[in-house]
């Protein structure tokens, strides 16, 4: 049989030398896909970064293309005035929170959202300042920079020189942020974030938000307390410095929480009333300003205040960036943190909102998009960025249809950075902590606790560890704990894999779980038994797979036991896998017999590399499970021959051969004459 047509398809046995093709019926054939030419490695690189190649790659050009202005632009500017709105009172909360003067979170607000709606690839996504990494980067700038939490208040600080070192440090994370950013968008590497899996990240929200109400309480009662990340110590502060319990600032603060919880379940009680969800911060940052500048609250009842910002667009720091002191390890680690769960934050939401709007996200273009604003900020003073989740939603809601909408809300900041800085220096601190402690509120993720407790014990697990470790040991600690538990139980998973026994589906030629469709017929012969791993064959399981197969064998009073291995479910096979399969083919037991079944084409292609395919004969190797049992049905061995294995080849089986491709395992040749090429194809079981 020869393969006429396109070319592209060709036989698996194929070999370079053209010396034989492989014969079998039409569809028993395996066939593999014939790879490309490749082209050389500078015109790939000419062609990916010439500048017609690269232009159309922006993600703004697409967009500005076919804009349209009468359908497009009043959505676009209501969503980005919308979006600037709240975003305002947000930023300067949580520069607050960073240990930061208010301009750098407005500064945060600006810049980066002005890049990101170039080179952002959603639509959606409402990048600048979070709570997350503002809790991130204060905690880890408190450890690099001894002292720096003395300044209360960074707008008005009580050492100037200590809060300038700190200012500077969190520049240089946004550096080191966006440096990381882009490495990974060049190599590729963005699959690393799948380290921090679902309930790593849940557990950490849950535990960061519970952390940031905490450390918000002080501007509530009115008294401050020494900085601490650790739940316990900030409970500790509270209690025992309750003697300076401020009533005004208490009042005032849960007046504004109230507030700002009625705003936001507005639209719970009456549809019409939708309008009103985003308007809460700005809200309660007109109605605070307006009661302190009115009632004269700071002077008569000392109620704490912004205090002066700096008016005007933001500097460029470069020259900030070097040099990093003697800290720069305890910043690449904070660096490296906050990168991980902003990449992990962005590319979350904007896949969500993408799915809701039947958008596409390129989570290249993201990665790419994420670094490039954030050396933007690094470079106009702006501390790291990332996607909002309230922001986000607000954005989808108001109805943005480009990234026009994101250089309008730029251009809110920016007037708001020109003109109106001196507005907010009234606005009072506990203001600021109802916003933030109103807006963690949706990071609580205790549901997806109770969740992983009924689908997976393991997982309830990482969660658990993740969330005390970062609520009372650190946030750095409470991560790693996470992720190393994750891989602890990933290993055990993969070293402990469950064996399927498979039985024929009742009437067909399928063979499916024993246990899951409770099937009690055995296979043709009661001889054969038919078993499926799921994972991977590989160091870690490849012993203790190899030790069960041979228990299926150990007792039988039968003269052979046949175990037919469906490999349909084995995702890759690594050298000690090679060897078990080596030894469970030709070096088993007197009363086993393996047979390879259905590999899949990861699989199979290991094979082949590693030189099996050219060992096995015709009645070791099937494409199907059927065939492989009904060959075994048919084995007529005796406990008199068990020594030698069933013949590599039968004259009468019909079966075609083609020379051995030249692989091998170490130790296969011993002397004997040439193997000849494996059964790759064989007569299907319906022509039998």
């Given amino acids: 049989m020869t393969v006429e047509g396109d070319d592209s398809l060709i036989p698996f046995g194929y070999t370079p030398t053209g010396r034989s093709v492989l014969e079998g019926s039409a569809n028993s054939l395996l066939f593999v896909q014939k790879e490309p030419a490749r082209s050389s490695l500078w015109s790939t690189f000419r062609k990916k970064c010439s500048f017609k190649a690269g232009l159309p790659q922006i993600p703004c050009m697409r967009w500005m293309r076919s804009y349209n202005i009468k359908n497009c632009l009043m959505a676009d500017i209501i969503a980005g005035l919308t979006v600037g709105v709240m975003a305002v009172p947000q930023s300067v909360s949580f520069a607050a929170m960073a240990g930061l003067p208010a301009a750098y979170g407005l500064y945060t607000a600006f810049i980066p959202v002005f890049a990101y709606s170039i080179i952002g690839s959603s639509r959606h996504l409402a990048l600048g300042p979070v709570a997350l990494v503002s809790l991130l980067l204060n905690d880890g700038l408190v450890k690099a920079i001894p002292g720096s939490d003395i300044n209360e208040n960074p707008n008005q600080p009580v050492d100037a020189n200590l809060q300038q070192i700190y200012n500077r440090a969190a520049i240089q994370v946004s550096l080191m942020v966006a440096v990381l950013y882009l490495l990974l968008a060049v190599l590729r590497l963005g699959f690393l974030c799948s380290l921090l899996s679902r309930p790593i990240i849940s557990a950490f929200l849950t535990s960061g938000a519970m952390i940031i109400s905490s450390s918000q309480v002080k501007y509530i009662v009115g008294y401050n307390i020494p900085h601490a990340d650790r739940m316990q110590d900030i409970v500790y502060n509270l209690i025992v410095r309750a003697n300076h319990f401020r009533w005004m600032e208490a009042a005032m603060g849960l007046t504004w929480i109230v507030l700002l919880l009625a705003i936001r379940n507005a639209p719970r009680f009456h549809k019409r ?84 709007n039947g958008d596409t996200v390129d989570a290249d273009q993201e990665l790419l998009g994420l670094g490039v604003c954030n050396l933007a900020g690094a470079v106009f003073c702006a501390y790291p960025s990332t996607g909002s989740f309230a922001r986000s939603a607000v954005a989808s809601t108001a109805g943005g249809k480009t990234g026009a909408a994101g250089l309008v809300n730029a251009a809110l900041i920016g007037f708001v950075l020109l003109f109106l800085t001196p507005v907010f220096q009234h606005l009072p601190l506990n203001a600021l902590a109802a916003i933030v402690i109103t807006g963690v509120i949706g990071l609580l993720d205790f549901q997806r606790a109770f969740f992983l407790l ?103 009073q039968e003269s052979v036991k046949c175990v037919v291995l469906d490999m349909a479910s ?119």
């Avoid at 660096?335 to 896949?351: F, H, P, Y």
């Avoid at 292609?605 to 494409?623: C, E, N, Q, T, Y």
């Fill in 273 to 356: 009333l939708a309008w009103m969800g985003p308007l809460g911060p700005i809200t309660v940052a007109t109605c605070s300003v307006t009661a302190v500048w009115a009632g004269q609250l700071e002077q008569r009842f000392g109620i704490k205040v912004v205090g002066p910002i700096q008016a005007g667009l933001p500097p460029i720091t470069v020259d900030w960036w070097l040099p990093m002191g003697d800290n720069w390890p305890r910043l690449v680690l904070t660096a490296g943190l906050i990168g991980a769960v902003s990449l992990l934050e962005a590319i979350s939401i904007a896949k969500a909102l993408a799915e809701r």
């Fill in 454 to 556: 009924q689908v997976s014990k393991m997982d309830f697990l990482v969660w658990l560890a993740t969330f005390l470790g970062c609520l009372f040991i650190s946030i750095d600690a409470g991560l790693g704990l996470g992720i190393a538990l994750g891989l602890l139980f990933l290993f055990v998973r993969t070293a402990f894999p469950r064996i399927h026994i498979l039985r024929r589906l009742p009437g067909t030629s399928f063979f499916r779980d024993a246990d899951m469709y409770r099937l009690q017929e055995a296979a043709e012969d009661g001889r054969t038994v038919v078993v499926s791993t799921q994972g991977p064959l590989c160091f870690a399981n490849a012993q203790r797979i190899k030790e069960r197969l041979i228990q299926f064998s150990a007792g039988s």
């Fill in 570 to 688: 084995t995702t890759f096979v690594d050298a000690t896998g090679i060897e078990v399969l080596i030894d469970l083919l030709f070096k088993a037991p007197a009363k086993l017999h393996v047979v390879l079944a259905d590999p899949n084409a990861a699989a199979l292609d290991i094979l082949d590399r590693a030189g099996l395919l050219s060992k096995l004969g015709p009645d070791r190797m099937f494409v199907r499970v059927a065939d492989a049992v009904a060959h075994c049905a048919t084995l007529a061995i005796r406990s008199e021959d068990l020594g030698q294995p069933p013949p590599l080849t039968t004259p009468q089986n019909g079966h075609y051969h083609a020379p051995c491709n030249g692989g091998g395992v170490p130790g296969w040749r011993d002397g004997s004459t040439e193997i000849t090429e494996p059964l790759l194809v064989h007569e299907s079981i319906d022509n039998a």
